[in-house]
């Protein structure tokens, strides 16, 4: 089992910018195939962004796209997402999630480990 933590979140100005930080432990870290997804309110999880387990490959949903970054440093087993020019619909809560296999995947069943996940609050 691989054990996540997010932190990082909080409130923040519509335009402004947050990076969030997920730590693992439990399984090693550079076999693991990572993500971010988000949880608005009053709607369903959904992806944000994911990254393989060396970091090669990325991808992003539409609605991030050229203002997130997803990145990770495997010597310190962590995870991150820089978030730019966030806007009111990035407000929700933030999740990483963990796959046991070295590549990328967007459904949420795909992942096998989530953590309790981090607030973003975007004010106008």
């Known amino acids: 089992q691989v054990h996540l933590g997010e932190s990082g979140g909080g409130l923040v100005q519509a335009g402004g910018s947050l990076t969030l930080s997920c730590a693992a432990s439990?399984?090693?870290?550079?076999?693991?195939?990572m993500g971010w997804f988000r949880q608005l309110p009053g709607k369903q999880r959904t992806f944000v962004a994911t990254?393989?387990?060396?970091?090669?490959?990325?991808f992003y949903a539409d609605s991030v796209k050229g203002r997130f970054t997803i990145s990770r440093d495997n010597a310190k087993n962590m995870l991150y997402l820089q978030m730019n020019d966030l806007n009111v619909n990035d407000t929700g809560v933030y999740y990483c999630?963990?796959?046991?296999?070295?590549?990328?995947?967007?459904?949420?069943?795909?992942?096998?480990?989530w953590g309790q996940g981090t607030q973003v609050t975007v004010s106008s």
């Open positions: 990254i393989s387990s060396y970091g090669g490959t990325t």
């Open positions: 439990g399984r090693t870290f550079s076999t693991l195939a």
């Open positions: 999630a963990a796959r046991r296999t070295s590549t990328i995947a967007v459904p949420s069943r795909l992942y096998d480990d």
